[in-house]
């Protein structure tokens, strides 16, 4: 159901903010990430098939709903021998996952941007203010290419993102 996701990605969220804190601590044990990716999907379908009320619209929820759809949650990750953990853990499997998909296409874009910027350059059909508008621009965007990851980096444990550089390959074919 929508509502369980709109309450997991809350929940992700919320979590977000305290895995995006720079400090380094590790939160991927050994085997994490593997044990993510075999039961990623079938938590998600049961999350999804438990069509719970979670006060998302005009209703809200009471107290009891609202013990009821935790302690659901929490017995589907208990069933795929996870915890509460799972949420952070998730996070940071997947802002990992995408800080290295933006490595790579910081490495194929870059040839590509510098090959724009000389072309720029080449241009007789362009004013000089507008050569400046537009290498301006393109500065801006590979400067937020490259720094997007490292700013991930700098606040991820790098046996976290070694792990989840091992799996790459089976997180892709997840996520897409």
Do not use: C
Request: overall charge negative; cysteine-free; hydrophobic content about 40%.
């Amino acid at each position: 159901m929508k509502s369980i996701k709109k309450i997991i990605m809350v929940t992700v969220f919320v979590l977000a903010f305290a895995a995006a804190v720079p400090g380094q601590e590790r939160i991927l044990k050994e085997g994490d990430v593997k044990h993510f990716i075999d039961t990623y999907k079938p938590i998600g379908e049961e999350m999804e098939s438990l069509e719970l009320n979670f006060g998302i619209g005009d209703e809200g929820f009471s107290y009891s709903e609202g013990m009821e759809a935790n302690t659901a949650v929490l017995n589907i990750l208990k069933k795929y021998g996870w915890d509460i953990s799972f949420f952070e853990k998730a996070f940071v499997i997947a802002m990992l996952y995408g800080t290295i998909e933006m490595e790579e296409q910081f490495a194929e874009a870059n040839p590509e941007i510098k090959q724009a910027l000389e072309e720029i350059d080449n241009n007789d059909y362009f004013t000089p203010e507008m050569k400046a508008q537009m290498r301006e621009q393109l500065l801006a965007v590979l400067t937020m290419m490259q720094e997007s990851p490292e700013q991930s980096q700098e606040a991820m444990h790098p046996e976290d993102i070694e792990q989840v550089r091992k799996y790459k390959k089976e997180l892709e074919a997840l996520f897409n």
